[in-house]
């Protein structure tokens, strides 16, 4: 048996073998293979109608793949009901009884399938400590916080012992503080319990913040599978770089050597990446490595160095990011440690540059494109 096989085989492994789900005439997802390892947390990351959260309700069983195979701790579900499934999802809509008590919200599923009542109060109480909820076992829903009726349909789903818990979104309905302290106990709770996860998010945050190993989705297929290092710093393709982060691109005709792109704002080169030569190119630079500072203050000039207007400063808590107006085509976002930024005011001549170190080239794609023109004409500043 190869290696690959066995893993499969681990309680709490899942495996997606060409699957492929339709809607009508829509494909959904496009016959996708995935191997998840057992007790790790994995995140299907993407924008809407992508096939992440379809890829999610097929391992649940709440659709079914029109081709393909899902198994999950080494035996096929495709043919299995949702309750069969040794899983259990948590959804947006935690979809608490209101008219029942914190414990019996957590007791239903085990009451649903007759288990003993001292085990039912023995693993109720188990689940409600593991989210830090049991002082609220005798109230009902609407006497608790947004994040404290997560926390409740955690328990509801960890109480059923699955090998595998699938989130679908689940703090999208929270406030921006409450999520990011329930990202960080989602993540020290998985690391205890030790099962796999499988987050679906739209949120490029969530998903670096907390997974083990993130898929990309584009199109119901996988763009790019790896670790949040991977993902940020090495994406394999221009619609990864512009997804994950933001991204400043320069479009240009590739050097003979492909290791440079002549743009419309001079020359843009790179250290560590290469494409074919005299081709249409996208040069990509993230904002946290571009340098700015006062043109007045500074001889820099040449290879990946651009000049031009402030239009815009924002404070962003522990960094400062500059919006600079390159020349009709081009917007630059700069972001500077706030303990290092300049002293800039909006209208003032400025220049930009950064390392060839830090840029990717990627043949020209739409993807670059579209997020160049969105930069523009939407730009995140106030």
Known sequence: MSDTASASQERGAVRLENVTKRYGDQVAVDNLSLDIKAGEFLSLLGPSGCGKTTTLRMIAGFEQPEEGDIVVSGKSVVSLPPYRRDVNTVFQAYALFPHLSIAQNVAYGLQQRKTPKAEIRERVSAALDMVQM??????????????????????????????????????GALDRQLREEMQVELKLLQAHLGITFVFVTHDQEEALSMSDRIAIMRNGRIEQLGDADSIYSAPSSAYVAAFVGQQNFFRGISTPDGSAVETPVGLIASATAQVAGGIETDAAVRPEFVRIAAATSTSTNGTNTVRGTLLANAHLGSSRQFLVQVDEEHTLIVHSPAADAPSLELGDEVACWWDPTHVLLFPASADSANRSASLQTAPTFS
Do not use: H
């Not at 994040?147 to 699938?166: E, H, K, S, Y």
């Open 134 to 171: 049991r002082r609220y076992a005798d109230r009902k829903p609407t006497q608790l916080s947004g994040g404290q009726q997560q926390r409740i349909a955690l328990a509801r789903a960890l109480v059923n012992r699955p090998t595998v818990l699938l989130l679908d979104e689940p703090l």
